[in-house]
Structures are given as structure tokens and as C-alpha cells.
């Protein structure tokens, strides 16, 4: 009986541990949430598939590597589409393709709470307006994170197309927001896009 009784509870035990590797997994989990500027956690990164996207993605940023003049990426998407996951997944597993890269999440980070995420956009991307001095520029490389509809609000802000026109044009003519084009990437001199929406998450 004791024997008994001591293999139920060993059994109890792996079963318990067996359902708290697979709590990560639930919608409600802390860890369902990615926020692009840290590493995955060892169960995220285990349960990691590969996607087409995350192919287009490394190949993009390991250009983007070997260029010296400050590159900005849109990382384009809806909300749960994986944006942030892909990012932590390359910062755990290709740290060296975000060295000199700053990473910008527009749903999870502000600079003030009296900011609205185009204020936050518009100050992030300083460095890449129309008229900046580009030799006073940072070098790091940039990539934003962002949703559709913000984007969609930024290209179309007033305040921020005369300043950023270059940006709002180089949007536009990526055909990102045609319904009856699918757009994976696009990339024009420092500007670049790779974009979820077409990709099949299963």
C-alpha cells in the first residue's frame, strides 16, 4: 500500500507539472503577451513554430545588418497577428541581427501617459523626418511594431504627414492598405515593411 500510495502521488505530481507547462498557453497566462524588447521564456520559445514571415523577417534584418546608414522597419499587423512574439523570438535566439537596432512596440510602450500613440510615433521616429540634418542622426536602425489602424491613423495625421511625408508616401505606394493586394513586404532606400496580414497563422 505504501508503495501504492507513493507512486499516486509521484504520478500527481508530474500531472501537475505536466498542466503548468501547458498554463502558458491559456489566453488569461502572463506570458500570452509578448513585448518585443525581451527574450521568450524557455516553454514560449520551445513551443515556437516556424512561419514564412519569420523567414522573410531574419532575411531582411540581416541585410539591414550590414548597412550603416540608420534603417527604420515597420513590422506590420493586427493585434495577436504575433508581432511582438517574432520579435522576442529573433532577440532570444539572433541577438546579433537587433544589435544597434532599437525596438519600438506601439501597444505596449508610451513616453508619457499624456501621449497618444502618434505622439509617441511621431517623437520615435525623430530621426527619420523629411528635413533632419542626417549626419547629426543616431546610426541604430529602427523597428516599430505596430497595428494597422495606427498605422493607417499615422500616414493620414496631418500634423504628422508634413513632417513625415516621406514616410506617409513610402506607405502608400507599398499598396499596404489594398484590399485586393496581399503585401508581405516592401522596401524603398531606408524604409522598409514586412507585414502579417496575408500570413496563415495555422
Known amino acids: 500500500l505504501n508503495l501504492i500510495f507513493r507512486w499516486g502521488k509521484k504520478m500527481s505530481n508530474y ?9 502558458v498557453l491559456k489566453i488569461s497566462s502572463q506570458d500570452a503577451v509578448s513585448n518585443g524588447n525581451s527574450e521568450l521564456s524557455d516553454d ?11 523567414i522573410d523577417l531574419i532575411e531582411r534584418l540581416e541585410k ?9 522597419l515597420f513590422l506590420c499587423g493586427n493585434v495577436g497577428d504575433g508581432k511582438s512574439h517574432l520579435l ?10 537587433l544589435e544597434n537596432t532599437d525596438i519600438h512596440n506601439d501597444a505596449t510602450e508610451s513616453f508619457s501617459p499624456e501621449e497618444t500613440a502618434l505622439d509617441t510615433l511621431y517623437n520615435v521616429l525623430g530621426k527619420f523626418k523629411d528635413d533632419v540634418d542626417e549626419r547629426a542622426n543616431s546610426k541604430k536602425h529602427l523597428i516599430i511594431a505596430i497595428n494597422m489602424g495606427v498605422l493607417h491613423k499615422f500616414i493620414y495625421d496631418e500634423k504628422i504627414r508634413k513632417d513625415y511625408r516621406d514616410i506617409c508616401n513610402f506607405v502608400h505606394e507599398s499598396d499596404l492598405f ?4 496581399a503585401v508581405s513586404g516592401y ?11 496575408d500570413n ?3
Open 64 to 72: 539591414i545588418k550590414q548597412l550603416s546608414k540608420p534603417q527604420v
Open 187 to 197: 522596401h524603398n532606400q531606408n524604409k522598409h515593411i514586412i507585414s502579417l496580414l
Open 88 to 97: 522576442s523570438y529573433i532577440k532570444t535566439n539572433r541577438p546579433d541581427l
Open 44 to 54: 514560449k520559445n520551445y513551443f515556437h513554430v516556424e512561419r514564412p514571415i519569420e
Open 178 to 181: 489594398n484590399e485586393n493586394k
Open 15 to 23: 500531472v501537475s507539472q505536466f498542466i503548468e507547462s501547458f498554463s
Open 200 to 202: 496563415q497563422l495555422y
